[in-house]
């Protein structure tokens, strides 16, 4: 039986993660990945369930259901998000934003910056939306996050994160307090606070995890202007960590 000498060459098509495609083709390249193909192709969104909330809340905390003013967060495929977290995401913004790793726990931080990982986003932005909340001042959501979290959400990592830094907000606040003449602090701006650290931890789970074109935390930043400089990520860093310095008051 005489063999078959020709060679298949390699498709060389692009694929959907911007690499090309290796499969042997006789004819290259592949059907499925022309242009108009790869235009017809949608991947699903990379959460595909959502957290269940508890059937018996605990007795102490906020309600998650009552303080979330909109609903779940639901990603939508942006392609052109994931070039601007590319060209955002420099070693000094990534430098700033590793100034959070000193506020969380080992495992918790490699939740959100180990490629190896897989970090709920949506769960992040709807933690940021309650500290959003238009009663989360009245209902004193920073001290209840920090000590009891929310009654109706699992302690999932997520839920972890958010109150891990709401616990270093509480122990600032709770430092100045002590400084001679130190003004009565509003929990409005803390709470701010909170939520854009909570969306900048999103916004490095899915750029370094690789879905950064589903990212709820970084549609909802880039809805409201650009991302922040490093200056800023550092300076908002700063605000969670104990303050020390001539000037601190410590």
Known sequence: MARNLVRAHPCDGPTLRGGRCLRPRLSP??????????????????WTRRPEPLRAPRRRGLSLRAL???????????????????????PRARAAVDCFASLLPAERWRRV??????????????????????TAVTVGALRRIADDGLVDLAPTPEHRIARDLARAK????????????????????????????LRLLGVLACAVQGRARWCPCLATLLARGPLPEPTAVFDLATRFATPYGPGSGA
Do not use: K, M
């Open 113 to 134: 910056c180990s490629p190896a990982h897989r970090a709920d986003c949506p769960t992040l932005e709807a933690l940021a939306r309650v500290c959003e909340s238009p």
């Open 68 to 90: 979330l003013p909109t609903p779940w967060p639901v990603p939508v495929d942006a392609p052109g998000n994931a070039e601007h977290v590319r060209h955002w995401l420099t």
């Open 29 to 46: 390249p592949c059907a499925d990945h022309t242009p108009h193909a790869l235009a017809r192709r949608v991947e699903p969104d990379p």
């Open 170 to 197: 509480e122990e600032q606040l709770g430092l100045r307090a002590f400084v001679p003449g130190a003004a009565v602090e509003r929990p409005g701006p803390h709470l701010a606070d909170l939520a854009l650290s």
